[in-house]
């Protein structure tokens, strides 16, 4: 049964991404409220750098991962040759979205890991084999239990910082009203970074305390509680959908 009918839910992705997440919400009958806390900033001396060093010593054949479709359009959207070059690698995407960004721009991923993560990325290896080389084109900050992973089993393996988040400059102050009237029912929150900026921009953590905090995994809640907040429900798996799905089993419980 669905219980997110009427409910206002609060979108914290880029606004780009909050669209397609928002489209989601209302699919399940709840109201999206958009607060953008993150943009992207494209990291173009590093891609115009990696890339033609990419294509001078990484071996044709080898591993090019893309672990989100921001990565794919990042570096897509700054070289001219993204289809021809990477036809002769082996690309690996981390997740539905980073597969259908690489086609879009006719790049057909060889395999994308089952679990969309670096540790699905790591037990993909573990039951295919490990490769002899990877290029991992990745945000600024991130996990690196996969670069650690490959360290342990002495794969060659370059790591390409193509962007970074950066907190928005989108006014909160509608949403910060919202938030004091209590007609917010729930924040979603994507990422550490989104987590920090959600907080930067409500500027006051017991009023960002106040809807339902719901987060991606296990790895967003420990910064989560490092910035204070209060989170009440942890996906059980990383996507929107099942963070929705958590919700919604909450809000049957907690009417």
Known sequence: MNHLGGKHILLTRTAKQNKTTAELVQSLGAIPELLPCTSIEVLEDNIQRDWLAMQTNLPSGSDVIFSSRNGVEAVAHYVTDFEDVLSNYRTIAVGKKTAASLESFGVKPAWSPHQASQKGLIKAYEARGLPEHVLFFRAETGNDCLLNFLDKHGVRHQLSLVYRSVCSTDDA????????NNTIDAVLLGSARTAEFYVAKIGDLSL???????VMSPQVRKATDKLGLNVQIIAHKPSFRAMLEGLNRYFEHHK
Do not use: G, Q
């Open 173 to 180: 102050s509608e949403t910060i009203l919202n938030i004091k």
């Open 208 to 214: 960002a305390n106040r809807p339902v905090v719901v």
